[in-house]
């Protein structure tokens, strides 16, 4: 009979003994990962619980964990124009921004990493700066420049001010990337007679694959969830399901089964797309991790 893979079993005289420093040090682990996965699965486990409860049930003191599910909130939500409206902003403009920053940071990147030009120092310093200013100090800038182009609530104006936030992270994170790549297999593709654009688009960019994906999940994430620059650069025309769970917030009255209804429907999105893109997820944010 096997022995179970996390106990070593020593035959000594024809005895059994069992490692018990290592059985101890593998359920420590186990224990550890069990905890951790629990505490981030606990947030959504409880945000979906409390979409199919009543209101009155949300705060009920000792907490309900039977109740009677109730679809009556995401009636509510699925059938508002509004809600339609606002997912229909929220995809346009996440996927727009991914697309954007995508195109513009994966040339910039690679110009970055494989050319020497005046200033290529200067500008990686920049990108890698442009991170470390805090968005709020920009939005106002934002708003003032886009009033006066009449960008103001449409589409294209957020997509445009994501695409300036994200683009150096998206940027920084492409030339990381590139660097990873030998330029040998390049150079055969010059020899070969590919011009420079022919080898990055043929030659490199299939095999930066993974870290493309990686990145486009990242910008996407981080247009679907902003919020800040949809308050104030949005209206009634543009606005997206951020802004639309932040109208659950009333005066007087809070809708935290509306607002947790909503809030379930935006997370699914977002779910699905990082479940299948989880292969490529994972083996971009490792690339180069381990050499040899």
């Excluded at 490692?19 to 224990?31: F, L």
């Excluded at 020497?116 to 991170?131: M, V, Y």
């Excluded at 297999?185 to 420079?196: F, H, N, Q």
């Amino acid at each position: 009979m096997n022995s179970p893979s996390f106990v070593r079993v020593v035959h000594f005289k024809g005895h059994h003994r069992i490692h018990w420093d290592r059985v101890i040090w593998e359920a420590i682990r186990y224990g550890l990962m069990f905890f951790v996965i629990v505490l981030a699965a606990l947030p959504l486990v409880w945000m979906f619980s409390s979409s199919l409860k009543r209101q009155v049930d949300i705060f009920a003191m000792p907490p309900i964990f039977f109740f009677t599910p109730t679809l009556q909130e995401y009636e509510r939500v699925l059938y508002n124009p509004q809600f339609t409206l606002a997912l229909g902003n929220s995809l346009l403009v996440a996927g727009g921004t991914t697309l954007l920053t995508l195109a513009v940071a994966s040339l910039a990147g690679y110009a970055l990493a494989r050319y020497e030009f005046p200033g290529a120092r200067l500008i990686i310093l920049a990108i890698l700066s442009a991170r470390l200013i805090p968005g709020a100090t920009m939005v106002i800038p934002y708003f003032v420049l886009f009033r006066t182009l009449g960008l103001t609530d449409t589409v294209h104006g957020l997509i445009l001010a994501y695409t300036g936030f994200l683009l150096p992270f998206a940027a920084w994170l492409m030339y990381g990337f590139f660097l990873e790549i030998p330029s040998d297999i390049e150079d055969s593709g010059r020899i070969d007679g590919c011009s420079d654009l022919g080898v990055f688009w043929h030659i490199v960019l299939p095999l930066t694959r993974p870290w493309l994906g990686a990145t486009a999940i990242l910008v996407f994430l981080g247009a679907w969830n902003e919020f800040l620059y949809a308050l104030i650069l949005s209206g009634r025309q543009a606005k997206t399901l951020p802004i639309f769970l932040s109208g659950f917030i009333g005066e007087f009255r809070i809708s935290w089964a509306g607002m947790f209804a909503a809030a379930t429907v935006m997370v699914v999105p977002a779910l699905i797309l990082t479940l299948l893109a989880q292969k490529n997820l994972v083996r971009g944010l490792t690339a180069g991790a381990v050499k040899g």
